[in-house]
């Protein structure tokens, strides 16, 4: 019984900052890779972070230097760390998480509930 919960959206005002958590609850060996998405109304979904198990990370155009993924292992849980915030990053932010329930076992993906993200003057 998996859980993904995203947590630490809000409002920001631009050049603001905000740091979103997704957490894994449950009986779990561990995450493998973790991604952040976002969608807007009206705009398709859009893949802003990508992280690995082995600390591989890659970023969408529009975040990168201003978005930074991180995982604490010890807590199953990943951050999204977002700085210098600006309009056009309003959206619901969801995470995706590739779990691991044994060593050896097989992988299988989890969406979170998604968290708002709201950014206005």
């Known amino acids: 019984q998996v859980q993904l919960v995203e947590s630490g959206g809000g409002l920001a005002q631009p050049g603001g900052s905000l740091r979103l958590s997704c957490a894994a609850s449950?009986?779990?060996?561990?995450?493998?890779?973790v991604d952040w998405y976002r969608q807007a109304p009206g705009k398709e979904l859009e893949m802003v972070a990508h992280s690995t198990s082995v600390d591989t990370t890659d970023y969408a155009d529009s975040v990168k230097g201003r978005f930074t993924i991180s995982r604490d292992n010890a807590k199953n849980t990943v951050y999204l760390q977002m700085n210098n915030l600006q309009l056009e990053d309003t959206a619901t932010y969801s995470c995706?998480?590739?779990?691991?329930?044994?060593?050896?076992?097989?992988?299988?993906?989890?969406w979170g509930r998604g968290t708002q993200v709201t950014v206005s003057s």
């Open positions: 995706y998480a590739e779990v691991r329930f044994n060593r050896q076992g097989p992988i299988v993906g989890y």
């Open positions: 449950g009986t779990i060996f561990g995450l493998d890779t």
